[in-house]
């Protein structure tokens, strides 16, 4: 049996993101050969695949990268945020994202079709996820088209990698404020751009739900019209791009903002992680 240190195990985890036991046992098996231990986890990890499918996976990443005409941007999900913050995750993240980007696959089935390097993306994540040994899956893709983006990646923990990416395809020149109106996205969380965007059947039954919420408060027959549109319109600022209150300047919208910036919003996305 081969003399496997602590420090060795350590290292090979670290750069795999492969629990302890499972890494120990495969350095072993390989009599300390790094290599040779990866090929033991990815095979026995194929085995375990199938067993991880219903594990939730409520960790991971946000990737996004820009092209002439469009912006791509990926979420890839795993079980923990071990696994999310390790080198090989992101590593992996990097590589299904500039596949399907320029295959420019716009659903999780096209992407998951995407030949690279002789591999669909499909068998490359279940490679990866074989050595790793966590359900791992590409949840969500967007192909957002236009001529000028503003993206914004942030990290709710400086340890990992980003959680919430936004991409605001827009018209005009003041970057700086399209940027802004991507920070805000990511933490308003902004359904439809603009009010007229939100689906009847959603504003109906909102209206509904309002006007009974009205009279069970006793509020006068008479003034109830006014009451609940009062109150859809407080819906539309939730839900709807430009009706909101802008995160930097509360006594403007963001419609007003992007109109003084001389800014037109086309298209926009947000993913979180795990929501």
Wanted: hydrophobic letters at 45%; aromatic letters at 6%; proline letters at 3%.
């Amino acid at each position: 049996m081969a003399n496997v240190s602590l420090a060795d195990v350590k290292a090979l985890r670290e750069r795999l993101g492969t629990g302890m036991v499972d890494t120990k046992n495969a350095l072993v098996e390989a009599e300390g050969d790094f290599e040779k231990a990866v090929e033991i986890l990815r095979l026995k990890g194929a085995k375990g695949n199938a067993k991880r499918a219903d594990r939730s996976t409520s960790e991971g990443l946000v990737a996004a990268v820009e092209s002439a005409t469009a912006v791509t941007l990926i979420e890839l999900a795993c079980e923990t945020d071990f696994v999310a913050k390790n080198d090989r995750f992101v590593a992996l993240g990097n590589t299904v994202l500039q596949a399907v980007a320029d295959a420019g696959a716009e659903t999780v089935d096209a992407a998951l079709a995407v030949q690279f390097e002789g591999k669909s993306v499909a068998d490359i994540i279940s490679d990866e996820a074989a050595i790793i040994g966590e359900k791992v899956e590409l949840r969500r893709i967007a192909r957002i088209p236009g001529s000028k983006f503003a993206v914004y990646l942030h990290k709710t923990n400086q340890d990992l990698p980003p959680q919430v990416g936004v991409v605001v395809a827009y018209t005009g020149d003041d970057a700086a404020t399209a940027r802004s109106v991507a920070q805000h996205i990511s933490f308003a969380d902004p359904q439809y751009l603009a009010k007229g965007d939100v689906p009847e059947a959603l504003v109906a039954e909102e209206r509904r739900i309002v006007e009974e919420i009205s009279r069970n408060e006793g509020k006068p027959e008479a003034a109830l019209p006014k009451i609940v549109e009062g109150r859809v319109g407080s819906y539309f600022k939730q839900v709807a791009l430009l009706e909101q209150d802008y995160a930097r300047d509360n006594k403007q919208t963001v419609g007003k903002v992007l109109k003084d910036a001389g800014l037109e919003v086309t298209g926009f996305v947000r993913f979180k992680v795990g929501a």
